[in-house]
C-alpha cells in the first residue's frame, strides 16, 4: 500500500514540476534537463564494452557533489580504467557541473518511477551505485537490490526525525535493505541504524574535509584580489544571499578596518546588481571589471562569476558564509582549512561541522546586527583570532581520512 502510495506521488511531483516550469526558471532547467533522456543514454551506452566497470555516483545537488568529488577522483587514481556516472537530481547540481571532467558521463537522475527505474538500470548496467548522503529514491534501489548490484552510502547522515526511525513506516525502513554497506559520518547516525537492525555500518567521515584539505594545499592564486587584499583585514562573505549581505552591509566592518569580498550564492546578472546595491555608499568593483590600477582604491570587490571561492579564502581573515537564515549554511570547510574564523547565521543545526567549530570556538553564529560587531570586534583582537584561526584550520587538517577509508573498503 505504501509503495503504491510513494509511485502515486511521484508521479504528481513530475505533474506539479512540469507545470511549475511554465514559470519557474529552475524547474524549466528540471524538465528540460530530462528530455529524451533515455535516447541519449542508449546512444552512449551501446558501445560500451561490458568488460569495462562501470561506477555510477548520485548526488542530490552541488553540495553533495563536493562530498562525492574526493571519490571520484580517487577511483580514476586507484582504478584508471572505470568509467564514472555521475547523476544529478537538481539543476543547482548539474547546470553547475555537467562539464566536470572527472566523470566520464554526467546526467540528470530520470525522475523516480519503476519504469524509469528499471529501463535506467538496464542501460546503464552499473557495478557499483554510490548515493550520496541522504538521497533515497526507492523505486531505484528496489531495481538495484534485485539486480544484486553493490549499493553505498557514503558520507551518510541520519537523525532521529527522520521518518525511517518512526514506528508507522516500516516499509521505509525495509527499503535501506538495498543498501550494502553505510559509511556514515557520525556515531549518531550508526546509533540510529542500528537501533532499527542494520549493522553494516562503519563511521568513516565527511569526505568534504578531504577535498578542502587538497584544495588549499594546491591553491589557485588570483594576482588582482591578492592586490585588492594587501595586507589589510579581509572579510570574505562565501555564498552569500541577500540577508547575508544586508547583515553584512549594516555592520561597522569598514570602520574596524577591514574589506569585503562577495561571493554570492548565485552570480546571476540580477544578484550581481542587488549586491553591488547594498554596498553602493563604499567604492565597489566586480572582478570582471578589475584592473592593477583601480582595484587598490575600492573597498568592496564583488566576484562576478563561477569557481573562485575555494582559493579566495586564502586572502581572507575572516569568513562570514552565507544560507543560515535561510534552509541551512552553505560550506564552511573551505574557509576553516585557510584557518579563517567562521561566521554564519542561526539555521546551522543540520550541519555537525558547525556545531563542532562553535564548541571549539573557531566559529561563530550571529542572527542580529550587533551580534555580528560584537563577534567581529572580538576577533579584531590579536589573540583571539591567532586561537579561532588555529582551531578552524586544525579541526578540518584532523578530519580527514574519509576518502581513503570508503575506498579501500569498497574496492577491494
Given at each position: 500500500?505504501?509503495?503504491?502510495?510513494?509511485?502515486?506521488?511521484i508521479?504528481?511531483?513530475?505533474i506539479?514540476?512540469?507545470?511549475?516550469?511554465l514559470?519557474?526558471?529552475?524547474a524549466?532547467l528540471?524538465?528540460?534537463?530530462?528530455?529524451?533522456?533515455?535516447?541519449?543514454?542508449?546512444?552512449?551506452?551501446?558501445?560500451?564494452?561490458?568488460?569495462?566497470?562501470?561506477v555510477?555516483?548520485?548526488?542530490?545537488s552541488?553540495?553533495e557533489?563536493e562530498?562525492?568529488r574526493?571519490?571520484i577522483?580517487k577511483i580514476?587514481?586507484k582504478?584508471?580504467?572505470?568509467?564514472?556516472l555521475?547523476?544529478?537530481?537538481?539543476?543547482?547540481?548539474?547546470?553547475?557541473?555537467?562539464?566536470?571532467?572527472?566523470?566520464?558521463?554526467?546526467?540528470?537522475?530520470?525522475?523516480?518511477t519503476q519504469?524509469?527505474?528499471?529501463?535506467?538500470?538496464?542501460?546503464?548496467k552499473p557495478?557499483?551505485?554510490?548515493?550520496?548522503?541522504?538521497?533515497?529514491?526507492?523505486?531505484?534501489?528496489?531495481?538495484?537490490?534485485?539486480?544484486?548490484?553493490?549499493?553505498?552510502?557514503?558520507?551518510?547522515?541520519?537523525?532521529?526525525?527522520h521518518?525511517?526511525f518512526?514506528n508507522?513506516t516500516?516499509?521505509?525502513?525495509?527499503?535501506?535493505?538495498?543498501?550494502?554497506h553505510f559509511?556514515?559520518?557520525?556515531?549518531?547516525?550508526?546509533?540510529l541504524?542500528n537501533?532499527i537492525?542494520?549493522?553494516?555500518?562503519?563511521?568513516?567521515?565527511?569526505?568534504r574535509?578531504?577535498?578542502?584539505?587538497?584544495?588549499s594545499?594546491?591553491?589557485?592564486?588570483?594576482?588582482l584580489?591578492?592586490k585588492?587584499a594587501?595586507?589589510?583585514k579581509?572579510?570574505v562573505?562565501?555564498?552569500?544571499w541577500?540577508?547575508?549581505?544586508?547583515?553584512?552591509?549594516?555592520?561597522?566592518?569598514?570602520?574596524l578596518?577591514?574589506?569585503?569580498i562577495?561571493?554570492?550564492?548565485?552570480?546571476?546578472?540580477?544578484?550581481?546588481?542587488?549586491?553591488?546595491?547594498?554596498f553602493n555608499?563604499?567604492a565597489?568593483?566586480?572582478?570582471?571589471q578589475?584592473?592593477?590600477?583601480?582595484i587598490?582604491?575600492t573597498?568592496?570587490?564583488?566576484?562576478?562569476n563561477?569557481?573562485?571561492?575555494s582559493?579566495?579564502?586564502?586572502?581572507?581573515?575572516?569568513?562570514?558564509?552565507?544560507?543560515?537564515f535561510?534552509?541551512?549554511?552553505?560550506n564552511?570547510?573551505?574557509?576553516?582549512t585557510?584557518?579563517?574564523?567562521?561566521?554564519?547565521?542561526?539555521?546551522?543545526?543540520?550541519?555537525n561541522?558547525?556545531?563542532?567549530?562553535?564548541?571549539?570556538g573557531?566559529?561563530?553564529?550571529?542572527?542580529?546586527?550587533?551580534?555580528?560587531?560584537?563577534?567581529?570586534?572580538?576577533?579584531?583582537?590579536s589573540?583571539?583570532?591567532?586561537?579561532a584561526?588555529?582551531?578552524?584550520k586544525?579541526?578540518?587538517?584532523?578530519?580527514?581520512?574519509?576518502?581513503?577509508?570508503?575506498?579501500?573498503?569498497?574496492?577491494?
Amino acid at each position: 500500500m505504501i509503495h503504491f502510495l510513494y509511485n502515486i506521488s511521484i508521479y504528481f511531483y513530475g505533474i506539479f514540476i512540469h507545470i511549475a516550469s511554465l514559470f519557474n526558471s529552475k524547474a524549466k532547467l528540471w524538465v528540460k534537463g530530462r528530455q529524451a533522456i533515455f535516447q541519449k543514454l542508449e546512444s552512449e551506452f551501446k558501445n560500451r564494452n561490458p568488460k569495462t566497470p562501470l561506477v555510477w555516483v548520485h548526488c542530490a545537488s552541488l553540495g553533495e557533489f563536493e562530498q562525492g568529488r574526493p571519490l571520484i577522483e580517487k577511483i580514476k587514481i586507484k582504478r584508471p580504467e572505470s568509467l564514472i556516472l555521475l547523476t544529478f537530481f537538481s539543476p543547482s547540481g548539474y547546470e553547475i557541473r555537467k562539464n566536470y571532467n572527472g566523470a566520464d558521463y554526467v546526467y540528470y537522475l530520470p525522475l523516480d518511477t519503476q519504469f524509469n527505474s528499471k529501463k535506467f538500470i538496464e542501460i546503464i548496467k552499473p557495478d557499483i551505485a554510490l548515493f550520496v548522503k541522504y538521497e533515497f529514491w526507492f523505486n531505484y534501489l528496489k531495481e538495484l537490490k534485485k539486480q544484486e548490484i553493490p549499493t553505498y552510502l557514503v558520507c551518510g547522515i541520519f537523525r532521529k526525525e527522520h521518518y525511517f526511525f518512526k514506528n508507522y513506516t516500516t516499509w521505509f525502513c525495509k527499503q535501506l535493505e538495498a543498501f550494502t554497506h553505510f559509511y556514515l559520518q557520525d556515531d549518531a547516525s550508526k546509533i540510529l541504524l542500528n537501533s532499527i537492525g542494520y549493522t553494516n555500518t562503519t563511521i568513516a567521515g565527511d569526505t568534504r574535509f578531504d577535498r578542502v584539505f587538497e584544495i588549499s594545499k594546491n591553491v589557485k592564486e588570483f594576482k588582482l584580489v591578492k592586490k585588492f587584499a594587501g595586507n589589510d583585514k579581509v572579510l570574505v562573505a562565501g555564498s552569500a544571499w541577500k540577508e547575508d549581505l544586508k547583515l553584512i552591509s549594516e555592520s561597522k566592518f569598514k570602520t574596524l578596518g577591514f574589506k569585503l569580498i562577495i561571493a554570492s550564492h548565485e552570480v546571476d546578472e540580477i544578484t550581481v546588481q542587488s549586491a553591488a546595491q547594498q554596498f553602493n555608499k563604499l567604492a565597489f568593483i566586480r572582478y570582471s571589471q578589475a584592473t592593477e590600477q583601480n582595484i587598490s582604491t575600492t573597498d568592496v570587490l564583488i566576484i562576478d562569476n563561477i569557481g573562485m571561492l575555494s582559493s579566495i579564502y586564502q586572502y581572507g581573515t575572516i569568513a562570514i558564509i552565507g544560507g543560515g537564515f535561510g534552509k541551512g549554511i552553505h560550506n564552511i570547510l573551505e574557509a576553516a582549512t585557510f584557518g579563517l574564523p567562521v561566521i554564519f547565521g542561526p539555521n546551522f543545526t543540520k550541519f555537525n561541522e558547525a556545531k563542532e567549530l562553535i564548541q571549539s570556538g573557531g566559529a561563530f553564529s550571529v542572527s542580529t546586527v550587533d551580534e555580528l560587531n560584537r563577534t567581529i570586534d572580538l576577533l579584531d583582537q590579536s589573540a583571539i583570532l591567532k586561537q579561532a584561526s588555529f582551531t578552524s584550520k586544525n579541526y578540518v587538517e584532523t578530519h580527514t581520512g574519509a576518502t581513503e577509508l570508503i575506498l579501500t573498503s569498497i574496492l577491494k
